[in-house]
């Protein structure tokens, strides 16, 4: 576990703060050692700071620290955590802003919570995740990106915030362990395949407000799949 209040802060000349981070010495039965990790953090523009790099292959949780040097931590930058699949679990604070494109891509985290404060997701941010099984949105985020979650083979649970009004290009594309989705009334716009592929996906709650479902967005899914489903064969 990152315990932010337990390392020395180093900041270099560029400026990016490096964060060694050390593990309880349980976490590691097997060699009954610390688990180690690193931290770089960048300015985020606005007085904050961004994570733009972790280098370490052995913490199964990372828990995001919410200020560093008394600088608040808002934003997680591109392919921060990208295919370190010994990372299970991730504990994001309510001072997090942004989620950096491809940030969690081909992680092993296997649930997910998405504070309320954060505003923007990258695209891809969560795809191919194989391990994920449930995701929780808290309100906050009105637009979920292309492919954030695409090719989640095992995700199954979702919930969706309220404040949603956009689900865009494949954001769901291949999740094929899925066998409902509640969309939220807030949701305006379906994306193109946004949910194709999602083969055991057969219940969908679509609220009236939708004004645009693009091409293909539930083909290959079971709902697709059952001619019940359609009137007069549309």
Not at 13 to 26: I, L, N
Not at 38 to 55: H, K, M, R
Not at 60 to 66: D, L
Request: charged share 15%; proline share 5%; with cysteine.
């Amino acid at each position: 576990t990152l315990r932010p209040d337990a390392v020395d802060y180093v900041e270099s000349t560029h400026p990016v703060t490096s964060v060694p981070t050390t593990a309880d010495e349980t976490t590691d039965p097997n060699t009954g050692g610390q688990q180690e990790g690193t931290l770089y953090f960048s300015s985020d523009g606005n007085g904050g700071l961004v994570i733009s790099a972790y280098e370490g292959d052995e913490l199964q949780q990372i828990e995001v620290p919410a200020q560093v040097q008394g600088l608040t931590v808002t934003g997680i930058g591109a392919d921060v955590f990208a295919n370190h699949t010994e990372i299970e679990d991730v504990i994001l604070p309510e001072t997090i802003r942004t989620i950096g494109a491809g940030a969690f891509a081909g992680s092993g985290i296997l649930a997910l919570t998405i504070p309320a404060s954060v505003a923007e997701i990258g695209d891809g941010a969560f795809s191919e995740c194989e391990q994920l099984s449930s995701v929780v949105i808290d309100d906050g985020l009105t637009v979920l990106p292309e492919n954030a979650f695409a090719h989640c083979d095992q995700l199954s649970t979702v919930t969706l915030p309220n404040s949603l009004t956009s689900i865009d290009d494949y954001a769901f594309t291949g999740c094929s362990s899925m066998p409902s989705i509640d969309i939220p009334d807030s949701v305006s716009v379906i994306g193109e395949s946004a949910f194709s592929f999602c083969e055991a996906l057969y219940e969908i709650d679509l609220s009236d407000n939708i004004r645009s479902i693009g091409a293909s967005t539930f083909i290959y899914t079971a709902f697709y799949d059952t001619p019940d489903n359609w009137q007069d064969g549309v």
